[in-house]
């Protein structure tokens, strides 16, 4: 046996008190008990009896005795209960002989001690008599029959089997009503780890259909019985070994339940299921890892929604059900290729008697996606289809989660609804656990440790460990690898709630009345983040912190709009703040237009912000908008935050309003203006310092030369750009500079350098997800193509650079494409095509007032002359119908232009 060693330590003390000298056979922990108690019981007696009214000298002595009994028992018990803290029958031994011993006081520290084990290990108070003893010491009524056995507790109604030693029919698996779906993969899975493993556990969320993967798994086995023992009514980790011999049909069950399923089971080849064991884990390793020692022939698969962290023992994690992308287009037919959208259909057909109709597929998807693929929760929805529209169920379930709730009162408990499954598993944590849970629940884009501290506290760390061992919690797959190599530990991995849960988690916030203070930790930690990560998304670590700020990138929208809402009840100018912080993620991720709605907001909603402040803001404002191609009101915002620089004593600050403005002219083909302030912001930089600052003026100076037609001093300027940023550490302007060092190339006609720059530019900008460079870079990359005479692979560079410049909003550059695009079709030999592209370039720049480029105008013109002679009286009405065009019809027109096909001789171009 296993743990014979242990037990023979246990009992090491008796020596001592044994009338003849000799040690007791029997080392096991239940004659451990059996010893102890009846000793207790004759010390107790003697204690009752020598606190009589009458009491003679030999009754006084048999007291002390009994408590120099006492005494010495205390060792044997503290050590026994080392190896098994959750027996309550020690536990109570204990007390009594703590209170005969040493007094009343010690008792209850002893009662203490038992309470702070049972609710650390199991969640619960102790089991068995604790309770009670502990009432009769504390009163003074302890009577020798104090360890009266109770009544048995009732073991599951579960079908008896004759003991190995007879032939053993496998027992009774349950009879699944409706087909396990979507879990075909996985039930191999489960199957070949039990080969190669002796205990298998399937662990996962409530309802996420464990049970029903474990009983097809044990369906599947022929060469050997199975036994199912369902574990859910058991309500003490001692009791699990007489309900697993219940069910098993041992015929007889001696003090030690597990000695008496080994004598029964012997070597017999067999699996064993244990279904339901998280409230029961300290039982259940016990009974199994006694079981696997003795019994050589025996295999065991359990479910539970926390780990046992059995030696040796093989952990699948069952998810939810794969749900397809919430997008137009579906069908019902091809739901049915997706596990989640199948089951659903699986049973709205069921309970309705009909298939769904054929207008319910996207609904059915985004109910699904709702649902997060969540087995119970989705076949809780299905239930409700004979009522209900799917789409109706959809706007329903978002507004109240009791929707999912069964209307089967044959079903167990604990699935009759989401909520009965996410309380039962509560049931078994601290409120350190169930306080976290709540309250993560105002996440919105899943969280990570740092976000639970926020939100938890101190006690965050252990409590999310908790609600993770207990499936209420799940890890997020980490993303593929990337380029930046920084070391990744605990605190990069990120976690979620299943949609249902975290609906039952805020249902559970509101009315603790904890909802709005767990809405600020997470406002004030989010800004905190944005405000640390504003410096630090440039330089080497900025790919790490532009992971980061995505991965948070709902949560940070969430935070804009509570602080939006909160006024004065959140931290000062908390939404002001949080917008001049997202400045520069908001730009690297191309979100121009979103971010400048926030910052002009808040401005306004701010007028008597501090001067530095709405200065951080105005220009981040100003840059969004130039970006955005809203000229005027990027020169509105710049004006302003200058005069607010200027009060703050911010010389930066005025450095970069001077960027923005010659930014602006820039694009306006202003390019003497553009110079101006440039070199003011130049000499600024310089004063302050700034040597990013200055290499940043460089570049733009380099930028506007060679838009303006000058080549030489583009690249000179280019050039000292591109070595400070090499200087300094920063790869992706560095890319910048390399990328307009490739448009020099271009438009001197250097078509090989040209193409070797801009592919490293492209590269650095795809690889962090720079859309802005990705969409110049396709632009000039595929300028280099149509001069190499290439127009086929021009046109798909061309239609990434649009629909990279769509994606962002910049108007400017989208213009400059359609008309490289409108070149493409004229080689193409679809001149009205070709018509149609430049009117609507034509269009866009009489919208935002930038007219064609210096550097671009010759090859404008050219496509235009060529246009005009392939149409001739045509070219006027196609070139009018391009500027009528909206965008999204453009779209399409551009797309059939770069799908079009090639004149002849250029197939292979």
């Not at 009994?69 to 018990?77: C, E, F, I, M, P």
């Not at 110079?675 to 200055?694: N, P, S, T, Y």
Request: net charge neutral.
């Amino acid at each position: 046996m296993r743990h014979s060693a242990s037990d023979q330590q246990a009992g090491a003390g008796w020596l001592a008190t044994t009338r003849d000298g000799a040690r007791p056979a029997d080392p096991r922990i239940d004659a451990v008990e059996e010893y102890w108690e009846n000793r207790l019981r004759a010390a107790v007696a003697a204690h009752v009896a020598a606190g009589g009214p009458v009491a003679d000298r030999a009754v006084v002595t048999a007291g002390v005795a009994g408590a120099r009994l006492a005494r010495t028992a205390l060792v044997d018990l503290e050590a026994a209960l080392l190896r098994h803290p959750l027996r309550a029958r020690l536990w109570e031994l204990l007390l009594v002989a703590t209170f005969l011993g040493v007094g009343r006081r010690a008792a209850a520290e002893v009662e203490r001690r038992a309470r702070a084990v049972f609710r650390e290990q199991l969640g619960t108070e102790p089991a068995g008599r604790i309770a009670a003893v502990a009432e009769a010491v504390r009163l003074g009524r302890l009577t020798e029959d104090w360890a009266a056995e109770p009544a048995p507790e009732p073991v599951p109604q579960v079908e008896a089997h004759p003991p190995a030693t007879r032939p053993r029919p496998a027992a009774g698996l349950p009879v699944p009503l409706t087909p396990l779906l979507g879990r075909e993969d996985l039930i191999d899975t489960v199957a070949a780890r039990l080969r190669d493993h002796r205990v298998v556990t399937l662990t996962g969320a409530g309802g996420v259909g464990k049970t029903r993967l474990a009983v097809a798994v044990a369906g599947r086995i022929t060469n050997r019985p199975v036994w199912f023992v369902d574990l859910s009514p058991v309500e003490s980790p001692i009791r699990v070994p007489r309900a697993v011999a219940a069910a098993l049909g041992v015929p007889e069950v001696g003090a030690d339940a597990v000695e008496s399923l080994v004598a029964d089971l012997g070597a017999v080849e067999a699996l064993l299921l244990l279904d339901n064991c998280e409230h029961l884990v300290a039982g259940c390793v016990e009974l199994v890892d006694r079981l696997l020692a003795a019994c050589p022939g025996l295999r065991v698969l359990t479910t539970s929604r926390v780990e046992l962290r059995l030696p040796g023992e093989a952990r699948i994690r069952v998810p939810a059900l794969a749900v397809p992308p919430v997008t137009a287009g579906h069908s019902i037919a091809a739901l049915a290729a997706h596990p989640a959208t199948r089951l659903f259909l699986d049973r709205a057909e069921r309970v309705r008697g009909r298939p769904l109709p054929e207008e319910s597929a996207e609904a059915v998807v985004r109910l699904c996606a709702e649902l997060d693929g969540l087995p119970l929760a989705i076949e809780l929805a299905a239930a409700r289809t004979p009522l209900l529209s799917v789409a109706e169920i959809v706007t329903r379930l978002r507004a109240d989660v009791r929707l999912l709730r069964s209307p089967d009162p044959t079903a167990p408990d604990r699935h009759r609804s989401i909520a009965a499954a996410v309380e039962s598993s509560l049931a078994h944590l601290d409120p350190d656990a169930c306080r976290l849970f709540d309250r993560l629940s105002v996440c919105v884009g899943g969280f990570d440790l740092a976000a639970a501290r926020a939100l938890g506290g101190a006690a965050a760390p252990a409590a999310l460990v908790a609600l993770v061992e207990a499936s209420l919690v799940e890890p997020v797959p980490a993303p593929s690898a990337s380029a930046d190599t920084r070391p990744t530990g605990p605190d990069d991995v990120r976690y979620r709630m299943l949609g249902p849960v975290r609906r039952h988690a805020q249902a559970r916030l509101a009315d603790s009345g904890d909802e709005a203070a767990a809405r600020w930790a997470l406002a004030t930690y989010c800004l905190e983040l944005a405000e640390r990560a504003d410096a630090r998304l440039r330089g080497a670590a900025q790919q790490w912190w532009l992971g980061r700020m995505r991965a948070e990138a709902a949560n940070l929208r969430a935070a804009m709009s509570w602080l939006t809402e909160a006024g004065a009840g959140g931290p000062e100018h908390g939404d002001l703040r949080l917008a001049a912080a997202l400045t520069r993620y908001w730009r690297l991720e191309g979100h121009y237009r979103e971010g400048h709605d926030w910052l002009a907001a808040a401005l306004a909603r701010h007028p008597t912000a501090p001067a530095a402040l709405r200065a951080r803001a105005g220009t981040g404002a100003a840059m969004l908008a130039m970006l955005g191609c809203d000229y005027p009101a990027a020169t509105a915002h710049a004006e302003l935050a200058r005069s607010a620089c200027r009060a703050a004593g911010d010389r930066r600050g005025e450095a970069q309003v001077e960027q923005i403005l010659g930014s602006v002219a820039r694009e306006r083909a202003r390019y003497g203006e553009s110079a101006r302030h440039l070199a003011a912001a130049g000499a600024i930089f310089a004063e302050c310092g700034d040597e990013w600052g200055e290499a940043q003026v460089a570049e733009l100076r380099g930028f506007t030369a060679w838009l303006s037609g000058d080549l030489d001093r583009a690249e000179s300027r280019l050039r000292v750009s591109l070595r400070r940023y090499e200087a300094l550490g920063d790869p992706l302007s560095a890319a910048s500079a390399l990328m307009n060092l490739g448009a020099v190339a271009l438009y001197r006609g250097e078509i090989d350098r040209a193409s070797a720059l801009l592919d490293v530019a492209l590269r650095r900008h795809s690889a962090i997800g720079f859309p802005e460079g990705v969409g110049w870079a396709h632009n000039l990359r595929g300028l280099v193509e149509l001069r190499g005479g290439r127009p086929r692979r021009a046109a798909a560079h061309l239609r990434a650079s649009l629909a990279a410049h769509r994606q962002v909003g910049d108007r400017w550059r989208t213009a400059s494409v359609l008309e490289a695009l409108a070149e493409v079709a004229r080689l193409d030999d679809d001149p009205i095509r070709g018509a149609v592209l430049l009117g609507a370039a034509e269009r866009i720049r009489a919208e935002i007032g930038a007219p064609v480029p210096a550097c671009e105008r010759p090859g404008v013109a050219a496509t235009r002359r060529g246009l005009r002679a392939a149409l001739g009286d045509g070219y006027p009405e196609a070139h009018r119908r391009g500027r009528e065009l909206g965008i999204d019809t453009l779209l399409t027109t551009c797309d059939i232009v770069c799908a079009g096909r090639a004149p002849a001789g250029q197939a292979a171009r």
